[in-house]
C-alpha cells in the first residue's frame, strides 16, 4: 500500500460550473481516486472552492453583495453540484477558513524567511473612473511577445508566456472597456529566477507525464521572471508581516493562496480526522511521507501554477533553491508526483460561454439526466490528450448504444434469464466448462490487469475502452452460447453453466466500470444479489470552521467500505430478482430540444 494524494483544482466561486470544467479536473480525479482506494491504496482527495480575488469583488459590487455572500452562495452551489455526480472527496472545503488563511501565511512567512519573497516596487494598473485597482487578469490587449490580439494582462494563452499588463499592446479594461493608468506601488514578488535551477532539476526526473504538459512546462523555464503576489486589494488573505497586517488595500494575490488550498485541504482533513498531524502521511519529504504519489488534476490552462508556481513555493519552503534556507515548522513538503492535465471540452463547436447560452451547467444536467451517462461520456470520450467536442447528438448515441445497448443490455438479459431459470446465481455443471467459457471468464481476470494499469497512467479513454470490450465479448458469448435455446431438463446444467459465466462475467466488468461508473455500479451489484457498499458515495455535511468562523458544508465520506479490483467468485444460490434497467434509454428528440436551449 502506498499513500496517494489526489489534489483536484479548486472550481472558482464566482458562478455554477458547467460541463466543461468538471471534464477536466472533475470526473478524471474521482476514477483515479476510485481505482487507487480500489487498488488498496490510502488515497486522500482534496480541493474546495477558491473564493478570493478581483472576480468575486467585482461580480459582489454588481450584485450588491458582499463578496462572502456571493462566495457562500457558490460554495454551496458547487458542493451539491459535484456531490450529485458522485466525486469521492475526502475532503473539498473552501480558501474563506481559518485554518487556509493560516496556512498560506506560514507558507508566506517561510518563503519570506528564506529569500525568495521580496517586496518591489511596480506599475500597478487602475480603472480611472473609479480609481480601483484592476487585476491582471482584467486587463486585455496585444501580447508583445507573439502578436495575440486577447492576451490577459498576467499571461498570454496563446503562447504562454508570462506578462505584466503595462507590456500590453493597447491594453484596455476587461470590465468596461477604457484605457487603465498606470501608477506606483509597492507588492511583494515571488522570486521564480532564484527557483528555476531546483525546478529544472525536478521536471528532468518526471517520467510518464502527457508530453504536451512536460513539454509546455520546460519550455516556462527559460525566461522566468519575478512574479507578483500580492494586490491592491480588499477581498484576500492578508499579509502576514509587520506593517502589512492591518492594511486593508493589500492583500495575498488569489493565485498563490488558491494553490496552497491543496496543502491547506489536508490538514483541514486531518485537523477534523482527531489526528492532526495525519496530513504529513502525504506532504512530508521526512517519515512516512517521503513515498507518497502526489498527483494534480486540471485543464490545461492552470498547467503552469501547478507544474511551475506550485513546486516553486514548495520548494522555496522548503529550503531549496539559489538562496537555500530552512523549511518552516511544517517541514520539507513533496513536490507533485505528476500534473494531469486535461485539454479543453467545447459544446457543438462552439467554447463554452454563459454570456452566449452556449453553456450546459452540471446542475441542469443532472436534472435531465443520469450523472453516470456524463460521467461516461467524459471518460469515454473527454478532452484527456485533444480538445473535444461535446455534442447532444454524439451525448445520445454513447448513451443509447454503448450504455443501453452494450452494457445494460447484457446486465438485463443475463439476469433475467437466471432469475427466470433458477432463481438465483446457478451452478456450474460437474461436466465442467467448455473452451469459450474458459475464454470468457480468462478474458475478463486479465481486464484487471489492463484497465488498471491504464487508469494509474491517466489514460482513461483506453482504460474504459478496454473495460466495454470485456461487454462486447460478453454479450457476444450470450449469443453464441444462446442459452434461451436450451429449454428441455437435459440441457438445464448447460444453460446454467452459460449463465454462471456470464453473471461472473457482469460481476468482474461491472468492477473495472465501478471508478467511471459508480452509481449504476452499485446497483449493479445489488441486481447480482449482492449487500452493502460497493461504490462509497460522498455526503454533504454542515462543519464548523476549526478556528471560529462561519460555518459551511463540505464534500468528504467514508471510503474504506467497498469493492477491490480483484475478481471475486459469485456465491452458488445467492438469490436473484427480476431486474429493473439500469440505464435509461433516451428519445432522439432530445437533440434538438437542447439544441433550442442553445439557441443552435
Not at 66 to 93: C, K, M, Q
Request: hydrophobic share 40%; with cysteine; proline share 6%.
Amino acid at each position: 500500500m502506498s499513500h496517494v494524494l489526489a489534489a483536484v483544482a479548486w472550481p472558482y466561486a464566482n458562478g455554477p460550473r458547467h460541463i466543461g470544467h468538471v471534464s477536466g479536473f472533475g470526473v478524471p480525479s474521482d476514477v483515479f481516486s476510485r481505482y487507487m482506494r480500489m487498488a488498496g491504496h490510502d488515497v486522500l482527495m482534496v480541493s474546495g472552492t477558491d473564493e478570493h480575488g478581483t472576480p468575486i469583488q467585482v461580480q459582489a459590487d454588481a450584485e450588491g453583495v458582499t463578496p462572502r455572500e456571493l462566495a457562500d452562495r457558490y460554495n454551496r452551489v458547487i458542493v451539491e453540484d459535484l456531490h450529485g455526480l458522485g466525486l469521492s472527496y475526502d475532503l473539498f472545503t473552501r480558501t474563506t477558513t481559518g485554518n487556509h488563511y493560516a496556512v498560506v501565511q506560514e507558507l508566506f512567512e517561510g518563503m519570506y524567511r528564506n529569500g525568495y519573497i521580496v517586496p518591489k516596487t511596480t506599475m500597478g494598473a487602475i480603472s480611472p473612473s473609479t480609481g480601483r485597482t484592476l487585476p491582471d487578469r482584467y486587463i486585455e490587449g496585444t501580447c508583445p511577445i507573439c502578436g495575440y490580439d486577447s492576451a490577459r494582462g498576467d499571461q498570454c494563452d496563446n503562447c504562454g508566456n508570462q506578462l505584466d499588463p503595462i507590456d500590453l499592446i493597447n491594453p484596455k479594461s476587461k470590465i468596461n472597456g477604457e484605457t487603465p493608468e498606470f501608477v506606483e506601488t509597492e507588492h511583494f514578488f515571488l522570486d521564480l529566477p532564484a527557483l528555476a535551477d531546483v525546478l529544472r532539476q525536478w521536471l528532468d526526473t518526471r517520467e510518464g507525464w502527457r508530453p504536451n504538459v512536460l513539454r509546455f512546462s520546460k519550455n516556462l523555464l527559460d525566461d522566468l521572471q519575478p512574479r507578483a503576489i500580492t494586490r491592491d486589494l480588499e477581498w484576500g488573505v492578508p499579509i502576514p508581516l509587520d506593517g502589512w497586517r492591518d492594511r486593508s488595500d493589500k492583500r495575498i494575490y488569489v493565485w498563490f493562496d488558491a494553490v496552497i488550498g491543496y496543502l491547506s485541504a489536508s490538514i483541514e482533513w486531518a485537523r477534523r480526522s482527531g489526528d492532526p498531524e495525519a496530513w504529513r502521511r502525504w506532504w512530508s519529504t521526512d517519515g512516512e511521507g517521503k513515498d507518497a504519489q502526489t498527483y494534480y488534476f486540471m485543464g490545461k490552462d492552470n498547467i503552469v501554477f501547478h507544474s511551475v508556481i506550485w513546486p516553486a513555493l514548495l520548494a522555496g519552503y522548503s529550503g531549496e533553491g539559489a538562496r537555500d534556507g530552512v523549511p518552516g515548522e511544517l517541514g520539507r513538503l513533496n513536490l507533485p508526483t505528476e500534473v494531469v492535465s486535461s485539454e479543453y471540452l467545447t459544446m457543438e463547436g462552439r467554447k463554452f460561454s454563459s454570456s452566449r447560452r452556449v453553456v450546459i451547467y452540471v446542475r441542469d444536467f443532472l436534472e435531465r439526466y443520469d450523472a453516470d451517462a456524463l460521467r461516461y461520456f467524459i471518460a469515454a470520450a473527454g478532452p484527456e490528450s485533444n480538445d473535444t467536442d461535446f455534442t447532444w447528438a454524439e451525448f445520445l448515441r454513447r448513451n443509447n448504444d454503448e450504455l443501453v445497448a452494450g452494457w445494460g443490455n447484457l446486465v438485463n438479459r443475463s439476469i433475467s434469464m437466471a432469475a427466470k431459470n433458477f432463481g438465483a446465481i446457478p451452478p456450474i455443471d460437474p461436466a465442467g466448462l467448455t473452451e469459450a467459457d474458459e475464454a470468457l471468464l480468462a478474458t475478463a481476470r486479465a481486464g484487471f490487469a489492463v484497465v488498471g494499469d491504464l487508469i494509474g497512467r491517466h489514460r482513461q479513454k483506453q482504460a474504459i475502452g478496454e473495460a466495454m470490450k470485456v461487454v462486447a465479448e460478453a454479450n457476444k458469448y450470450l449469443s453464441e452460447q444462446a442459452p434461451w435455446k436450451l429449454k428441455d431438463e437435459a440441457d438445464k446444467p448447460r444453460m446454467g453453466t452459460i449463465l454462471h459465466v456470464a453473471l461472473q462475467v457482469v460481476s468482474d466488468a461491472n468492477t473495472l466500470l465501478t471508478p467511471f461508473l459508480p452509481h449504476s455500479a452499485q446497483k449493479v451489484y445489488e441486481l447480482l444479489g449482492g449487500t452493502g457498499v460497493h461504490a462509497p458515495m460522498p455526503q454533504i455535511v454542515e462543519v464548523e470552521d476549526l478556528d471560529g468562523g462561519p460555518a459551511y458544508p463540505v464534500l468528504t465520506g467514508d471510503y474504506t467500505q467497498g469493492t477491490r479490483w480483484e475478481s471475486v467468485p459469485l456465491e452458488v444460490g445467492r438469490p436473484l430478482a427480476t431486474p429493473k434497467p439500469v440505464f435509461r434509454k433516451l428519445d432522439p428528440s432530445i437533440v434538438d430540444e437542447e439544441l433550442a436551449r442553445l439557441g443552435a
